[in-house]
T-cell receptor, first 115, second 112 residues
């Protein structure tokens, strides 16, 4: 049973426009959510995170929105740039304060920024 | 500050052999976790160590094991290798108060 789902395997967006990547989760115990970006043959790079006590977190061009009632989060990238082309993973953690729990990842969305 | 370092980067092993992968976390980080990435299953959590103790374990068979040393460095061992163990193995470290995990570049294991 997949607890973190990214239903779009790929997404193509024009350069300069907004990219919206979506993620759904099923485990109510998740209280911390993260987005990672991954290039081929490299490890994932942390982008942005959000705690379940918030509904929005912003960092430069990246904004993450959390809708707890819908168990849904999204990552907005504005404006999209060619270097944003990568695979984006949504991840969730339960009981994250102590850092003891592993992250549960979605299967990723391949974002392609078209010039 | 140096990042998470994994060695070796690439490895080819034969079915039935065993393999040990190494991970050095970011200096000061005491939590180290391991993940397996395959095309079909995505990133799957193997286990996490904190202060030399395994704190959490994913749904993998007992052939997958790990340990953490007093300097927080960690090793992961896979015994009796199977073709399906071919994957990118990623290590991540976390600081005591942070929850963001920082990943190494991974070890690409190919079992033939």
């Amino acid at each position: 049973d997949q607890q973190v789902k990214q239903n779009s395997p790929s997404l193509s967006v024009q350069e300069g426009r907004i990219s919206i990547l979506n993620c759904d989760y099923t485990n109510s115990m998740f209280d911390y959510f993260l987005w990672y970006k991954k290039y081929p043959a490299e490890g994932p790079t942390f982008l942005i995170s959000i705690s379940s006590i918030k509904d929005k977190n912003e960092d430069g061009r990246f904004t993450v929105f959390l809708n707890k009632s819908a168990k849904h989060l999204s990552l907005h990238i504005v404006p999209s740039q060619p270097g944003d082309s990568a695979v984006y993973f949504c991840a969730a953690s339960a009981g994250s304060g102590g850092g003891a729990d592993g992250l549960t990842f979605g299967k990723g969305t391949h974002l392609i920024i078209q010039p | 500050k140096a990042g998470v370092t994994q060695t070796p980067r690439y490895l080819i092993k034969t079915r039935g052999q065993q393999v040990t992968l190494s991970c050095s976390p970011i200096s000061g980080h005491r939590s180290v976790s391991w993940y397996q990435q395959t095309p079909g299953q995505g990133l799957q959590f193997l286990f996490e160590y904190f202060s030399e103790t395994q704190r959490n374990k994913g749904n993998f068979p007992g052939r997958f094991s790990g340990r953490q040393f007093s300097n927080s460095r960690s090793e992961m061992n896979v015994s009796t290798l199977e073709l399906g163990d071919s994957a990118l193995y990623l290590c991540a470290s976390r600081g005591r108060l942070n929850t963001e995990a920082f990943f190494g570049q991974g070890t690409r294991l190919t079992v033939v």
